[in-house]
C-alpha cells in the first residue's frame, strides 16, 4: 500500500528528485497493534534530516496523521516514509522545488527477525566499504548504492548481516542495523561522525546503557576489537535488537547485553 501526496497511488513523476538525484530522506518504522513504534521519534529524525538536507518540508501534522491512519488497519508490519525535495527543473539546483513529496507505504513484517532473536545472527565482513562524509554522515539519506552493494555481496555468503568498514577501516555498522559489542561492563559503539547512519535503536540503546551498570563508548575501532568482544549485538527500529553468535570463525555465546536490552526495546515500542 502505497501513500504519495494523500493520495492512493503508486506512480511517482520522473521529475521527482527522489528518482532523479536521490535527493531525499526517509526512516523505516514498526507497526505493533495499530500503532507506529517510536512514532514521535521517526517524525523528529525525519525533520532533523530535511533541515539537514535543506528540504523546506513543513507539513508535519499532516504526515504524522497519514503515518497513524496507515498504521491502524495492521497488527504487526512495516511502515516506511519518505521525503523527497519534490519535482522541479533538470540539473542540480532545487530552487524551482516548491512542493517536497511525501510517499508513505505499508509491508509485511519480515518474519526472520523472529528466529533472528531466538538464534542470533552470523556476520560477515564486506568487502564494500563507506566512503567517509561528515556533511551526511547520521542521516538516513536516499543515496543507499553502497548498502545495494553492501546486500549484493552478502546475498552470495551465507552469513546473516554483514560487518561494514568505512574507507579507513573503522568498524561503522551492518548493512541495515548498529552494533555494539561488549567487554566486561564496557559497551562500544562505532562513532558515526565519518559514515553510518545513527539508527533510532541505536539511539535508544544508548539513552538505556547511560543509566545501567553498564558504560557506554562510541569509538573508532577495527576489526580486531570486534572479535577480542565478549558479546556482540546489532540493532534497527524493527528487531529491534538481535544477539550476534559469530563472525567469521569467532563464537560468542554470551547473552548479558542483550538481555539486558532486549526487554526495554520490546515495552517502549508504541511509545
Not at 516506511?80 to 508513505?104: D, E, Q
Not at 548493512?175 to 565519518?194: E, H, I, M, Y
Amino acid at each position: 500500500m502505497f501513500l504519495i501526496n494523500g493520495q492512493r497511488k503508486t506512480m511517482l513523476p520522473a521529475s521527482d528528485r527522489a528518482t532523479q538525484f536521490g535527493d531525499g530522506c526517509f526512516t523505516t518504522a514498526r507497526i505493533l497493534n495499530g500503532k507506529v513504534c517510536f512514532h514521535a521519534t521517526h517524525i523528529l529524525r525525519l525533520q532533523a534530516n530535511c533541515e539537514k538536507l535543506f528540504i523546506p518540508f513543513t507539513s508535519w501534522e499532516v504526515l504524522s496523521e497519514e503515518m497513524t491512519q496507515l498504521a491502524a488497519g495492521e497488527r504487526d508490519g512495516v511502515l516506511k516514509v519518505i521525503i523527497s525535495r519534490g519535482s522541479g527543473g533538470r540539473g542540480y539546483s532545487g530552487s524551482a522545488c516548491h512542493v517536497p513529496t511525501r510517499i508513505l507505504s505499508v509491508s509485511a513484517y519480515p518474519a526472520h527477525y523472529h528466529r533472528w532473536r531466538e538464534e542470533g545472527v552470523t556476520l560477515t565482513l564486506s568487502p564494500i566499504r563507506l566512503g567517509r562524509n561528515p556533511m551526511l554522515a547520521g542521516i538516513k539519506h536516499l543515496n543507499r548504492l553502497e548498502q545495494v552493494l553492501i546486500r549484493t555481496h552478502l546475498e552470495q555468503t551465507d552469513a546473516d548481516e554483514a560487518l561494514v568498514l568505512d574507507s579507513e577501516g573503522f568498524i561503522t555498522e551492518c548493512c541495515a542495523a548498529n552494533l555494539f559489542w561488549r567487554q566486561g561492563s564496557d559497551v562500544f559503539t562505532p562513532k558515526l561522525d565519518q559514515a553510518g547512519v545513527n539508527g533510532i535503536m541505536r539511539q535508544f540503546c544508548m539513552q538505556q546503557l547511560a543509566h545501567s551498570g553498564f558504560r557506554v563508548v562510541e569509538v573508532n575501532a577495527t576489526e580486531d576489537a570486534l572479535l577480542a568482544a565478549d558479546e556482540v549485538v546489532v540493532c534497527n527500529a524493527l528487531m529491534p535488537v538481535v544477539p550476534v553468535r559469530a563472525c567469521g570463525q569467532q563464537r560468542w555465546a554470551s547473552r548479558e547485553l542483550y538481555h539486558y536490552l532486549a526487554p526495554l526495546c520490546e515495552q517502549t515500542r508504541t511509545s
